[in-house]
């Protein structure tokens, strides 16, 4: 039978690891080597802060959307507050086991820039499966920052605490937005695949009339046609093609209503209701947006 723990708070999660008082009641830097991870058989997880955990051993397996990671290899997850994480305890040992997580509390941003910011870090969103492989020198760099985090919870806290401690956090986060570019570069092969599958799934729901039965293709649905989060599809085709997965929506459907305005005999609303659209103001709206002419004035031009 699952448990559910819900962490509310960095004083719930030093508990959790049998730690005693954090330096600090938002944001907390862990050594993975030297805790005990008193977590039960087939926990669910759950937290009100962030999350940032790389480790190279596997004491409990984590399994967070629909695959489980294996730490083996050394990767980074990055998790956002009320995201599902499944613990699934595995025996595993190795003498040169090591691991940091940084967890900070929204609390902790919330009145400086990064809170506005944050949402750029699409990588909270990803699966488990799309973590990141970091190399030896990018583990170095992300642990430098982690290390200056901690160091700075140990000193007294003063005015200048915070501003240090967010403001290395940016750091860090800019540095896996870097890392997470590399890997999609060096993916560039698979990624074609992906690519060319979208295109594919894109063509036959608007030849194919499943427009009419589904209503307009989302992000959500496309992602899971190629087992991928909605928002590592997005960053993944926005590196490659240079629009994200809602651009290259658009895209197939405006495409559609050109060839629906220029060879049938239906008027704008009724092309508007095959298209999907609820509203023909917003498919009017978009079309604008989308050439500069609305759906009547293209007619109209061709």
Known sequence: MNNLIHLQSITDLHKLFSLGNSFHPLV???????????????????????????????????????????????????????????????????????????FFHPDLIRATTLNEKLKDYTFFNYEISEALHLSDKEKGVLYECVQKIQAELQENIDVYSQYIIVSTIELLLNYCSRFYGRQMITRSQNNKLIINQIEGILTHYFSANTIQEQGLPTVKYLAEQVHLSPSYLSDLLKKETGKNAQEHIHFYLIEEAKNLLLNSEKNVNEIAYNLGFEYPQYFNTLFKKKTGKTPKEFRNLN
């Open 28 to 102: 907390t830097v862990l050594d993975f080597s030297k805790v005990t991870e008193n977590v039960e058989e087939y926990s669910k997880i759950t937290t009100d802060f962030y999350s940032i955990m790389f480790k190279n051993y596997c004491k409990n397996k984590i399994k967070y959307g629909r695959k489980a990671i294996d730490f083996q290899d050394g990767n980074l997850i990055c998790i956002a507050p009320n995201q599902t994480i499944d613990m699934d305890n595995e025996e595993e040992e190795r003498e040169d086991k090591m691991g940091w997580g940084l």
